[in-house]
T-cell receptor, first 117, second 113 residues
Framework: AQSVTQLDSHVSVSEGTPVLLRCNYS??????LFWYVQHPNKGLQLLLK??????LVKGINGFEAEFKKSETSFHLTKPSAHMSDAAEYFC???????????????FGTGTLLAVQP | EAQVTQNPRYLITVTGKKLTVTCSQN?????MSWYRQDPGLGLRQIYY???????DKGDVPEGYKVSRKEKRNFPLILESPSPNQTSLYFC????????????FGPGTRLTVT
């Protein structure tokens, strides 16, 4: 069965310090993985996606994530946090599209990132 | 501008009073989906539609109905809302082919008293 686990429900960092949001997945297939961000009172926005190309994926706003098959992980990082990064982040695994198979996203429970001045 | 729109954005209603939340996308996407978001649970899929007149249950379909008469619209219907359906609801769409991102609407915050 496919699943995704976000290891921290809350992460707090100081502005200018690195960000690490952890995500582990379980999938019978070669997974497609996504990180979405949700700012307060807003919808979800795609940060980045992994679809079996390069294992290091760069996204918007300076975020990147590395797919590690041996560790079944897809952690999100950013070298230097900004106040505007304060938001909730969701790691998502997608069932692959085998011509008509269910296109389903499975969401982690979210990590709330706080950025202290 | 490519977008998914939802209406209303906020709704307070009473138990048992039928309501519909509309969803519309302008990207000609085949696939549309409804999710509910609850604290500590992430997003859970309610219903999805692979194309016009093709809908199927997600993980938490009880108490909800959907229809897909047109490609662009995918309304969510609560025939008899109950307090446990108080939640934040998101509509999303994507192309069926490939592994494309889902585009999400801005959300509808529903309170059932």
């Amino acid at each position: 069965a496919q699943s995704v686990t976000q290891l921290d429900s809350h992460v707090s960092v100081s502005e200018g310090t690195p960000v690490l949001l952890r995500c582990n997945y379980s999938s019978s297939y070669s997974p497609s993985l996504f990180w979405y961000v949700q700012h307060p009172n807003k919808g979800l926005q795609l940060l980045l996606k992994y679809t079996s190309a390069a294992t290091l994926v760069k996204g918007i706003n300076g975020f990147e994530a590395e797919f590690k098959k041996s560790e079944t992980s897809f952690h999100l990082t950013k070298p230097s946090a900004h106040m505007s990064d304060a938001a909730e982040y969701f790691c998502v695994v997608s069932l692959p599209d085998y011509g008509g198979a269910t296109n389903k996203l499975i969401f982690g429970t979210g990590t709330l990132l706080a950025v202290q001045p | 501008e490519a977008q998914v729109t939802q209406n209303p954005r906020y709704l307070i209603t009473v138990t048992g009073k039928k309501l519909t939340v509309t969803c519309s996308q302008n990207m000609n996407h085949e696939y549309m989906s409804w999710y509910r978001q609850d604290p500590g649970l992430g997003l859970r899929q309610i219903y999805y539609s692979m194309n016009v007149e093709v809908t199927d249950k997600g993980d938490v379909p009880e108490g909800y109905k959907v229809s897909r008469k047109e490609k662009r619209n995918f309304p969510l219907i609560l025939e008899s809302p109950s307090p446990n359906q108080t939640s934040l609801y998101f509509c999303a769409s994507r192309r069926t082919s490939g592994i494309g991102e889902q585009y999400f609407g801005p959300g509808t915050r529903l309170t059932v008293t």
